[in-house]
């Protein structure tokens, strides 16, 4: 049996209108306007190497959702950095006012960066504390040397293609985008709405777990406005287990730095790349996760065109939903 045991955690501030939905609850009260650190270990149990390898992402978001007691909810991931600017917002009453009358139609997106890879990690971890601490000018500048870029870009830029960065470069109000599929932005979102639409827990590992979801959104008609004084930053960690095995680390020295010297995660690759005979094809366990992944998005984007798609999120994230009393409590109107 393999045991897996995740914890997520960023400060929090139950007085303020933003919960990090990558942070769980569970935690000491704070002082008023003091902040908290919201902490939950997820443990599971299973008998497959690979799947141990295959982490529960989206059940580990539902879970962190349940957790947000504040009228808005960050759908940002662990490892990402927010900027200082956004802590700023956060304490501007009258812009917390405005976030939140628009957070039920609207997510407001948050641009999100990272360090070119050209740079070794000590020099991206330095890089990462000079984005999110300095000005918009100074982000402007390194992306203009090539020390910082769009997420992702050279693996799928159409994740956050969409957000038009060179407009938000020079913009100073927030400016409205289309969805377009593909699109994956991170946010803030009005905690109701977020989890009247949560995250679908058949997607594990990678591929597509995100795109469903911001899709799903976006059929269900709420829109998507950019931050123009707020950003994210991508920190530099190891890869997951099915990230390493999905951008084909395959050699020993480069699959042991991807798996960041862990030898349960290396266990896992070697699991998820072990030929396997499935209906009499030849084939491995992470190639059946992508097909997986891939089905199980299109069958949700079909249901959404039918107005039909309702996200499997299991009896356990159902069963919190109806009891937690900072969930059930309606929010008052904006």
């Not at 997106?109 to 740079?119: G, I, K, T, Y």
């Not at 992702?152 to 969805?179: C, F, M």
């Not at 209906?279 to 199980?296: D, N, Y």
Request: aromatic residues 8%.
């Amino acid at each position: 049996m393999h045991a897996r045991a995740e914890s997520f955690f960023s400060p929090s501030t139950p007085t303020t209108p933003t919960t990090p939905t990558n942070s769980s609850s569970a935690a000491a009260a704070s002082p008023p306007g003091g902040c908290c650190l919201r902490l939950l270990l997820l443990v599971e149990v299973v008998a497959d190497p690979a799947l141990s390898g295959l982490v529960p992402i989206n059940a580990l978001r539902n879970a962190a959702l349940l957790a947000v007691t504040s009228p808005l909810a960050a759908m940002v991931d662990v490892d990402l950095a927010p900027s200082g600017g956004l802590a700023a917002l956060l304490r501007d009453e009258e812009r917390v006012r405005q976030l939140q009358a628009g957070a039920h139609g609207s997510l407001w997106v948050l641009p999100a960066w990272e360090v070119s890879p050209r740079f070794n990690e000590s020099d991206a971890r330095r890089l990462v504390e000079v984005v999110t601490h300095g000005s918009k000018e100074v982000l402007a500048q390194m992306w203009s040397s090539h020390h910082v870029r769009i997420f992702s870009e050279d693996i799928y830029l159409k994740g956050h293609n969409a957000t038009n960065y060179k407009r938000w470069l020079t913009a100073s109000q927030p400016y409205n985008v289309d969805h377009e599929r593909g699109y994956e932005p991170w946010g803030l979102v009005s905690r109701q709405r977020h989890v009247q639409h949560p995250y679908d827990i058949r997607f594990r590992g990678c591929f597509r777990d995100k795109v469903t979801h911001v899709a799903s959104l976006a059929a269900a008609h709420v829109s998507f406005a950019v931050l123009t004084d707020a950003w994210l930053v991508h920190q530099p960690h190891a890869f997951s287990a099915a990230a390493a095995v999905a951008f084909n680390r395959s050699d020993a020295a480069a699959a042991a730095a991807a798996a960041g010297g862990d030898p349960a995660r290396r266990r896992a690759m070697e699991a998820l790349r072990k030929p396997i005979s499935y209906r009499g094809v030849r084939t491995t366990k992470f190639e059946l996760h992508k097909a997986h992944s891939m089905l199980t998005s299109d069958e949700a984007y079909a249901l959404m065109a039918r107005g039909a798609y309702d996200p499997p999120t299991g009896p356990q994230f159902r069963n919190c939903r109806d009891a937690l009393p900072w969930v059930r409590e309606r929010q008052p109107a904006a």
